[in-house]
């Protein structure tokens, strides 16, 4: 809090210095609206940026894409340091298609409530909108490559965001304390969130990072107290413990990472780890092939992806109950020690329809009390009359075998009661 406050302070301080400079500027000329807006030449002359001028900006401001100066057309291309800073009484802002470059706290503290950045912008300067208390809304164009740290940092009342699709960087603090931000979609086109980027997001629900990203820095969600469902790109190879520290609603996890979910967790105790050990509801999505040991180990809830084709050992240890969706139509390997008969004895597998059969008479799969169909809406379908199935399999003398022996042997079924059978 501490730093906040302070951060705070620097900022109106700087703020009141741009009243105490000359009000230097080339060109002050009005807008369609008879809006008087100020301009600066630059790159020699041939184009021009908006600054701030003798009087603050107020209400709506439209910046024209062209301003004729004694005859002659020039672009505004630019927006100058600090050009709208601390104008709480400008209420809305159109940046032009000719802007390319949004540079640090060019809108700063002004009482917008809406900005779209149109996609001849290619970045976003730091702070460019932080403590923009009034914004709700805002939209990236596919230009911009690059959020600056603390953009938008302090905007508490930001609901709504959309990243363009050419963002790669996410910088440090960019989004900090958007109190209100409901659910956030990250494109896959960035490969690197930076630290605390969305810390104290308060509101979030629901977050899917995309395929791209690689790197997220320490602490990126922390605090997302609202923070129900994640789904993580396929990509990202290592989740700092940090990045979700006090995500206290996090309830299911998708993970699309083959290098993490087949990571051998032996020595760390499983993925839960990323997510303070909270979260016991985990999807696996397409493309992974394989299950690392302890991988989910303390997991209630999984659901398998079609691609799986191997899982290690002690998956689901210190379990008694899980209930676990595979959706692979050819059943995937396992170890000796995938599922342990603790795990098995009341809980619940639902495969594809095509498979019930195979995965019912297969160990250790065949060891779950219940077996059921998936339906093609990815619901299991009801078993009021299901009837017994097998869950082990015996030879005479009571040890326990992998599957059925020709001959006399003993199978153990899903109410508790055990029969001879003949294999031929």
């Not at 057309?73 to 802007?99: D, H, L, Q, Y």
């Not at 503290?109 to 970045?123: A, D, H, R």
């Amino acid at each position: 809090m501490m730093k906040k406050n302070w951060f705070h302070l620097l900022f109106i301080l700087s703020l009141c210095m741009i009243g105490q400079n000359a009000s230097a500027f080339d060109v002050e000329a009005p807008n369609a609206d008879d809006v008087t807006i100020y301009y600066n030449y630059i790159n020699d002359g041939t184009e021009l940026e908006v600054t701030h001028g003798v009087n603050s900006y107020w209400g709506a401001v439209n910046i024209p894409e062209e301003v004729t100066v004694n005859g002659q057309p020039f672009k505004v291309t630019g927006i100058e340091k600090r050009a709208f800073g601390g104008c709480w009484g400008v209420t809305s802002v159109t940046i032009p298609n000719s802007v390319t470059t949004i540079v640090d706290e060019a809108f700063g503290g002004t009482g917008i409530t809406s900005i779209t950045i149109p996609n001849s912008v290619t970045s976003i300067g730091e702070f460019a909108f932080g403590d923009c208390k009034a914004l709700a809304s805002v939209s990236i164009g596919n230009g911009v490559t690059s959020i600056g740290k603390q953009a938008f940092r302090f905007c508490h009342e930001l609901t709504s965001v959309t990243i363009g699709n050419s963002v790669t960087t996410i910088g440090d603090f960019a989004f900090e304390s958007c109190d209100k931000l409901a659910s956030l979609t990250i494109p896959n086109s960035v490969t690197t969130i930076g630290k605390y980027a969305f810390e104290d997001c308060l509101d979030l629900a629901s977050v899917v990072i995309g395929d791209g990203v690689t790197t997220i820095g320490d602490g990126a969600f922390k605090h997302c107290q609202s923070l129900t469902f994640l789904s993580i790109g396929s990509v990202l190879a290592n989740i700092n413990e940090s990045v979700f520290d006090e995500c206290l609603s996090l309830s299911q996890v998708e993970l699309t990472s083959n290098e993490i979910v087949s990571k051998d967790y032996s020595a760390d105790s499983s993925i839960g780890k990323y997510f303070d050990n909270r979260v016991h509801d985990f999807i696996i999505g397409e493309g992974v092939t394989a299950i690392g040991d302890y991988a989910f180990n303390g997991c209630s809830k999984l659901d398998i992806s079609s691609t799986v084709c191997r899982m290690g050992k002690n998956v689901f240890s210190r379990r008694a109950t899980i209930d676990v969706i595979c959706r692979a139509t050819t059943i995937p390997e396992t170890d000796e020690e995938t599922f342990t008969s603790n795990n098995l004895r009341n809980s619940t597998l639902h495969v594809p329809e095509v498979s019930l059969e195979a995965y019912r008479t297969t160990a250790p799969w065949s060891g779950f009390k219940n077996i059921l169909p998936i339906t093609t809406t990815g619901v299991t379908a009801p078993t009021a009359t299901q009837q017994p199935i097998v869950t082990g399999h015996y030879d005479l003398s009571g040890r326990h075998t992998s599957q059925a022996q020709r001959g006399v042997s003993i199978v153990k079924m899903s109410d508790g009661t055990t029969k001879k059978v003949v294999m031929r």
